[in-house]
């Protein structure tokens, strides 16, 4: 291909997409991670203040009147598309 095209070796890769990459010379295999793409996206939907916890979800929830932001289709399609 360096024939026909114009290329650099920038040797190999290690972030792509937002994720970090390795190259396993042993296992012939390249791992992803995402810890880094994990933590932006939590920066994003503003949940890189919260703790987890480690309690049990309650059996009867009580039913709250959702606020305007929960109802927001555009929120929830932007974080879904996040997912994806």
Known sequence: MKERFRMHD????????AKNTEFNQEHHTIPI??????????AK???DESR?????MAMKLHKRKP??????P????WMIGTLM
Request: net charge positive; glycine share 2%.
């Open 67 to 72: 606020t305007e932001d929960a109802c927001n």
């Open 10 to 17: 920038l040797g190999s890769v290690s972030f792509y997409l």
């Open 52 to 56: 987890p916890v480690a309690k049990r």
């Open 33 to 42: 991670h995402q810890h880094s793409y994990i933590r932006t996206m939590w």
């Open 45 to 47: 939907f503003w949940m």
């Open 74 to 77: 555009t929120i929830h399609q």
